[in-house]
């Protein structure tokens, strides 16, 4: 008699998992909460869906111990993840940062052929049915559904994290993975937005590419170059995305995190000096403000010229313009909160990866339960890195299980 496995979750990570036991003469069982299968990956990559990309590396994924995705990414390297999605119809194509989209650029291409290749190998989706509790069973495994029991010889517990609940993230990964006496690392918002203590409204919707630094005690703890957009709570864009882990982080120990914009990356401190001081000679009386405008954004202008004590461009002289250089290449905000799991994209810590099998994704705890996806501690960057874990460790579990 083939094995029985049950899946919980029909997100990237079941969905893959499935196709690879289902292939192997599993008999699968799918289960999902939502009433549609996929929901997240539709909501990818502003709905192209950013499936993987060209160059994945240990370095891209962070957790307790980052290492623990070595076997899985090797294992599903790109050309591998390539190759599955064009078996299964899926075309993919190059776009900025070797990012990889479907040929279609719709998500729902993802999720289509993903369904339809489940379904071609007799793998059986139960929607709308949340999974409550896992317990172990002389049978392998009772789930309880409802008011009734359903049984597998193995479970793969693929519930995801809990950013953006709208779509179906819960904790209840976590509970599972705990009444089997595993441990969970305490989560926090990733690839998400900031909040800031100062007012911002005055700027807000102002887009700049500059430089951001996240100190801790005064050191640069993290740093990227990029599109930071001020909002009427703090700050967005994809350079704020890729540094709010390591704000969250802190922010797990602290009340509020020292942030550093440089307005003007393009120039360095003493080229941005000449520029000012060439653009002095010609002020004609123009207020600060007036004076700025024109070469920095017009709200931006204001905002900065009234946190100076200078209000004619003509009163400004060598020491003054070193000053504004100071404030521009270090324009100070201190975070005070992440927009959390409602707005980010994904889930920092989750199970612990000491106490599952990296070569199989087997519970160490408990023989036959599996953990795959983003439930594990394990959060990546921005740019098809989540995806591809959760594809890598599905397909990992789906040739184990
Ligand atoms: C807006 C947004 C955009 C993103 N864009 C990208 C991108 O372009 N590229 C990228 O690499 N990553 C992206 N990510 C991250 C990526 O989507 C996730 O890391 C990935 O989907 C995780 O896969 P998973 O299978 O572990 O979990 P999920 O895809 O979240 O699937 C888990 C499933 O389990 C179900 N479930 C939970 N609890 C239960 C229960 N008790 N019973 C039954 N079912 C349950 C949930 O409803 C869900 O369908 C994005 C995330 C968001 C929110």
């Known amino acids: 008699m083939s094995k029985t496995v049950a899946i919980v979750g029909a997100g990237a990570s079941g969905l893959v998992a499935a196709i690879v036991a289902a292939k192997r ?44 995705v070595n076997i899985a990414i090797y294992r599903f390297n790109t050309q591998v993840c390539k190759n599955f999605f064009s078996e299964i119809g899926i075309e993919l194509v190059e776009g900025q940062e070797g990012r990889l989209y479907p040929k279609s650029l719709h998500s729902s291409s993802v999720v289509n052929l993903l369904t339809y290749e489940c379904e071609m190998l007799g ?27 359903l049984f ?26 705990k009444s089997f006496g595993h441990t ?67 922010l797990q120990n602290a009340d509020e995190v020292d942030i550093n914009i440089d307005l003007f990356s393009e120039y360095s401190k003493e080229q941005l000096k000449t520029i000012l001081s060439k653009r002095a000679k010609n002020s004609n009386s123009k207020s600060l403000s007036l004076w700025l405008d024109g070469f920095i954004n017009p709200k931006l202008a204001k905002f900065l010229a009234k946190k100076t004590d200078i209000k004619n461009a003509d009163d400004l002289n060598t020491k003054e313009i070193v000053r504004l250089v100071y404030m521009l290449k270090n324009f100070k905000l201190k975070a005070v909160g992440t927009r959390g799991f409602k707005s980010a994209e994904v889930t920092a810590g989750g199970v612990n990866t000491d106490e599952v099998n990296p070569k199989t994704f087997e519970s160490k705890l408990q023989s036959g339960l599996y953990f795959s996806g983003e439930v594990l501690d394990i959060d990546a960057d921005c740019g098809g890195y989540n995806l591809h874990w959760a594809w890598a460790s599905g397909y990992s579990v789906g040739i184990s299980i």
């Open 25 to 68: 003469g599993a008999r699968v069982k799918v289960y999902e909460k939502n009433s549609k299968i996929g929901k997240k990956i539709l909501a990818t990559g502003n709905g192209r869906c950013n499936v993987t990309n060209q160059t994945i590396k240990t370095s891209n994924y962070h957790g307790s111990n980052p290492k623990f």
């Open 123 to 149: 793998v059986e989706f139960f929607l709308d049915t949340k999974v409550e509790a896992i317990e172990a069973d002389i049978r392998g495994f009772a789930l309880h559904v409802g008011d009734g029991k």
């Open 152 to 177: 597998s010889s193995s479970v793969l517990i693929a519930t995801g994290g809990l950013a953006m609940p709208t779509l179906g993230a819960s904790a209840s990964g976590y509970e599972f993975a």
């Open 184 to 250: 969970v690392v305490s989560t926090f918002a990733s690839l998400v937005q900031l909040e800031c203590n100062e007012n911002l409204k005055e700027i807000s919707g102002v887009k700049i590419q500059g430089n951001i630094e996240v100190l801790s005690d005064k050191r640069a703890v993290a740093s990227t170059q990029g599109d930071i957009l001020f909002t009427n709570y703090g700050l967005s864009g994809s350079a704020i995305l890729d540094v709010s882990r390591a704000v969250g982080k802190i």
